[in-house]
Nanobody, 122 residues
Framework: QVQLVESGGGLVQAGESLRLSCAAS????????VGWFRQAPGKEREFVAV???????YYADSVKGRFTISRDNAKKMVYLQMNSLKPGDTAVYYC????????????????RGQGTQVTVSS
């Protein structure tokens, strides 16, 4: 069982940065792939980034070069550094965890947090 709690969201202007954090509790956190997803009003939840248990990293094309995902297994933390934010990045951001193969599909993740709101004004 893994519990996830996101923090770090807020209101920023376009071009600014935010760092989201995801605190995990539970055993064997290092065995999990951990992903970030986001959902804007009226839109489906979409993949943002994933850091696999083997430390591979994958990003959505829309955030590649601007966002960086990292993890600290000793602290059971996952981070999403978001730079050069755009109004289109406005959404609720969720972290999620799963074992086995990594995935870009939110529905395949076993555990999800409650989300943190990111709002980017123009």
């Amino acid at each position: 069982q893994v519990q996830l709690v996101e923090s770090g969201g807020g209101l920023v202007q376009a071009g600014e940065s935010l760092r989201l954090s995801c605190a995990a509790s539970g055993r064997a956190f290092s065995n999990y792939n951990v992903g970030w997803f986001r959902q804007a009003p009226g839109k489906e939840r979409e993949f943002v980034a994933v850091k696999t248990w083997a430390s591979s990293t994958y990003y959505a094309d829309s955030v590649k070069g601007r966002f960086t995902i990292s993890r600290d297994n000793a602290k059971k933390m996952v981070y999403l550094q978001m730079n050069s934010l755009k109004p289109g990045d406005t959404a609720v951001y969720y972290c999620a965890a799963k074992t086995g193969a990594s995935s870009r599909l939110s529905s395949e993740y076993d555990y999800r947090g409650q989300g943190t709101q990111v709002t980017v004004s123009s």
